[in-house]
């Protein structure tokens, strides 16, 4: 109970600290996080849509970066995640302070893919896995291979506004251009019942479809 106190003691004098709480603001700056934070899960996982998830790459910059802040301040590295919860949300409390069992995302060596591993120590018992369990949870719903199993199938039609509209982006074309040939291929098909688009149609078009593939 004395360890658990002291955490939240020095959680609490740190995130109080003025000079943490410029440099803070400047990796949220840096890495497109509103100022205030993200406020909540939902918005959390909607900045996870569009920067992280299915770019396994992307979000090792940020890593580094809370890395160093914490090196910088003399913290030990369990406290990587709970800096990375409070960069990310702005809450103190919810910052998953650190235990003696910690989970790390690591790519494998073969695929790339993140997987997720629990460290622990010595000291680590059952009760201390049964703990974290939730927030294994939690991490094992934000792999992006989960996530593409969650997703439902994408319908014919979407597929093909989908593969279309991405590769005329590739060749340059503009959205509203986009949105041009969409239309007439729709009036060829149906003449008589035909979808006119427009170029915020062929956007939600193209990002629906880049959601639900996983493909960028």
Known sequence: MKRKESIHQQAHLLIGSPILQAELLALRKRFDIPPEGLMSEGALENWNEQHIYNKFDAAQPM???????????????????????????????????????????????????????LIITADTTIEDVKAIWPRVKKAQDRLPYKKKQKRRPISEENLKWG?????????????????????????????????????????????????QTGIY
């Open 63 to 117: 890593e580094n970066a809370v890395t160093k802040l914490i090196r910088k301040h003399g913290l030990e590295v369990g406290w990587h995640h709970s800096f990375m919860r409070y960069l990310l949300l702005n809450d103190r409390d919810d910052m998953e302070l650190p235990t003696e069992l910690q989970i790390g995302v690591f790519p494998d060596e073969t695929t790339g893919n993140p997987q997720l591993h």
């Open 163 to 211: 593969e279309l509209s991405l590769a005329m982006e590739r060749d340059g074309k503009s959205d509203t251009e986009i949105a041009e040939e969409f239309t007439d291929q729709a009036e060829k098909a149906n003449p008589d019942g035909f979808k006119s688009y427009n170029a915020e149609d062929v956007r939600t078009i193209r990002r629906n479809y880049k959601k």
